[in-house]
């Protein structure tokens, strides 16, 4: 991505950005609310319009979880997570096996989308990005309202594609363990204009964080 600029109402949200993100690396993007990062991977997508260039490898197969999905999104909508996954026309055993992946026992399958929790249907919506078997995968804070023990699998699971398929990720979190135990590279971006690019380590110094967030920040510096 070069040059990458975002006007929205009149209002530049992003200027003049510049990254690339490797097969097989983890960026993720940081920074306060309303600083962009959301918008940043709609611009990727060309959801929204942008001005600079995007460019995707011609191999890219990319899948997409963005932020503020919710089981409620279906109250008014009679579809079953079988009918749900039915639009990817995959294989029952396929289903099964992405969904076992994420913890999601067949009965499930039966279940209307409004009824499902919200850790369900969180955990349900990555399945079924993944089943595409996608090589790069923009999430939007992903792990929002999942408890410990399931996020903790879900970046198990990535972490696993990763080293073995070269999955590339970009990643809106504001979980600095996932930051740095995570990522090969961090951006932030923030409302003021502060920008920070590179390694978590020698991106996120304390300084840095501060002028992210504003005030002060604690910070405790990560020995793994």
């Not at 309303?34 to 490898?57: C, D, H, N, R």
Request: glycine share 6%; with cysteine; charged share 25%.
């Amino acid at each position: 991505m070069k040059n990458l600029t975002v006007e929205l109402r009149k209002e530049r949200i992003i200027e003049d950005l510049s990254f690339e993100v490797k097969k097989g690396e983890v960026l993720t993007i940081l920074g306060p609310n309303g600083a962009g990062k959301s918008v940043l991977l709609k611009a990727l997508l060309g959801i929204i319009p942008s001005q600079g260039e995007i460019v995707f490898s011609k191999e890219a197969r990319i899948g997409y979880l963005p932020q503020g999905l919710s089981q409620l999104s279906f109250l008014n909508l009679p579809l079953t997570l079988k009918e749900f996954f039915n639009f990817k026309e995959k294989s029952k055993e396929k289903i099964l096996e992405f969904l076992e992946k994420f913890d999601l026992k067949e009965n499930i399958l039966n279940k209307q989308m409004a009824e499902l929790s919200f850790g369900q249907f969180q955990r349900a919506l990555m399945a079924w990005v993944l089943i595409s078997r996608p090589n790069i995968l923009l999430f939007d804070e992903p792990s929002t309202g999942i408890d410990i023990k399931a996020e903790e699998k879900i970046y198990s699971l990535l972490k696993d594609l990763k080293e073995k398929e070269g999955l590339s990720l970009l990643l809106v979190s504001h979980d600095l363990n996932i930051v740095y135990n995570f990522s090969d590279n961090v951006l932030c971006l923030s409302k003021r204009g502060f920008r920070c690019y590179g390694k978590p380590k020698e991106a996120l110094s304390p300084s840095a964080l501060t002028k992210l967030y504003g005030g002060k920040v604690k910070f405790y510096q990560h020995s793994h």
